[in-house]
C-alpha cells in the first residue's frame, strides 16, 4: 500500500488521466474529488463489494431450475404435480 500525505486542495494522479484532489477536511473526514474519463468507474468501497456480490449471486448456478430439471428427467412430477400422462402406455 502506498501512503502519501496531501494537505487541502493537493492532488494524487492515478496513472495519466485519473486525479484525486482533497477537497475538504471536517474533523475526520476527508472530502475527496475524482476526475476520470467516463469509461472508468468509481465507487466506493461499500457499494463496489455490494456490486460484486451482485454479480456472484447471478453468475451463480440456480439449483431450483437444475432440481426440476433433474426430476423431469427422472419421471418425477414438479411442484404443480404430475403432466397427466400414464406411464406404461403411449397414445396415438
Known sequence: MLVLTRTLEESVMIGDNVEVRVLGIHGDQVR???VAPRSIPVYRKEVFEAIQDENRQAAGPDQ???????????????PGGGNGAKKGRCRQ
Open 64 to 78: 431450483s431450475g437444475m432440481d426440476a430439471f433433474t426430476d423431469l428427467l427422472r419421471g418425477r412430477s414438479g
Open 32 to 34: 475527496l474529488g475524482f
